[in-house]
């Protein structure tokens, strides 16, 4: 299973858009990186996913290079609500069978006002 | 929306006990996991089900087993709570093929054992 990579921690303010990257250099030609949030006292909440290129929801925005090893999750403008960790992992989302969901330790992300 | 229940929200035990950790999904997916969640170590996989009766360990399975003799429910059993086990413990499920990797989570269970 591929492993992820991604700072411990991370600093904004308020009003700054927030990019937190994340490594996954032996990802599968079949995976999907996904980005969840977590808030304290809260299970995970699955925020987007994506395979290549772009993809853009209400939350955030998904940044993926042509080469995959690697991603950024965007987060436009945060605010105090968006502090939380953030997770990245990668997965085949159409492999039920033994799909296997591994979280690393995450980036927690303070903004402060 | 999707509901993941835990049964309890916090529990104390005692060192020995059995504990049970109940889980149930009311949208019919097949994967079940469960989690426990320690400072700085994020959240690691203890026991993955992906249909009835069916079970894989995740990272850390030693010291629990798991349950699952229907599709919404999925137990976490502690065989003899030891004071390392208190954690907070998450429940998850997913949808099927498609969009395994989009799971939902309960709201986390604190046990802590003395």
Same mark, same amino acid.
């Given at each position: 299973?591929?492993?992820?990579?991604?700072?411990?921690?991370?600093?904004? %303010?308020?009003?700054? @858009? *927030?990019?937190?990257?994340?490594?996954?250099? +032996?990802?599968?030609?079949?995976?999907?990186?996904?980005? %969840? =949030?977590?808030?304290? $006292?809260?299970?995970?909440?699955?925020?987007? =996913?994506?395979?290549?290129? !772009? *993809?853009?929801? @209400?939350?955030?925005?998904?940044?993926?290079?042509?080469?995959?090893?690697? $991603?950024?999750?965007?987060?436009?403008?945060?605010?105090?609500?968006?502090?939380?960790?953030?997770?990245?992992?990668?997965?085949?989302?159409?492999?039920?069978?033994?799909?296997?969901?591994?979280?690393?330790?995450?980036? #927690?992300?303070?903004?402060?006002? | 929306?999707?509901?993941?229940?835990?049964?309890?929200?916090?529990?104390?035990?005692?060192?020995? @006990?059995? *504990?049970?950790?109940?889980?149930?999904?009311?949208?019919?997916?097949?994967?079940?996991?469960? %989690?426990?969640?320690?400072?700085?170590?994020?959240?690691?996989?203890?026991? /993955?089900? %992906?249909?009835?009766?069916?079970?894989?360990?995740?990272?850390?399975? #030693?010291?629990?087993?798991?349950?699952? #003799? !229907?599709? #919404?429910?999925? &137990?976490?059993?502690?065989?003899?709570? $030891?004071? +390392? =086990?208190?954690?907070?413990?998450?429940?998850?499920? &997913?949808?099927?093929?498609?969009?395994?990797?989009?799971? /939902?989570?309960?709201?986390?269970?604190?046990?802590?054992?003395?």
């Amino acid at each position: 299973l591929a492993k992820t990579t991604q700072p411990i921690s991370m600093d904004s %303010y308020e009003g700054q @858009e *927030v990019n937190i990257t994340c490594s996954h250099n +032996n990802i599968a030609t079949n995976d999907y990186i996904t980005w %969840y =949030q977590q808030f304290p $006292s809260q299970g995970p909440r699955f925020i987007i =996913q994506g395979y290549k290129t !772009k *993809v853009t929801n @209400e939350v955030a925005s998904l940044f993926i290079p042509a080469d995959r090893k690697s $991603s950024t999750l965007s987060l436009p403008r945060v605010s105090l609500s968006d502090t939380a960790v953030y997770y990245c992992l990668v997965g085949d989302p159409f492999y039920n069978q033994g799909g296997k969901l591994i979280f690393g330790q995450g980036t #927690e992300l303070s903004v402060k006002p | 929306d999707v509901k993941v229940t835990q049964s309890s929200r916090y529990l104390v035990k005692r060192t020995g @006990e059995k *504990v049970f950790l109940e889980c149930v999904q009311d949208m019919d997916h097949e994967n079940m996991f469960w %989690y426990r969640q320690d400072p700085g170590l994020g959240l690691r996989l203890i026991y /993955f089900s %992906y249909d009835v009766k069916m079970k894989e360990k995740g990272d850390i399975p #030693e010291g629990y087993s798991v349950s699952r #003799e !229907k599709k #919404e429910r999925f &137990s976490l059993i502690l065989e003899s709570a $030891s004071t +390392n =086990q208190t954690s907070m413990y998450l429940c998850a499920s &997913s949808p099927p093929q498609g969009r395994v990797t989009e799971a /939902f989570f309960g709201q986390g269970t604190r046990l802590t054992v003395v």
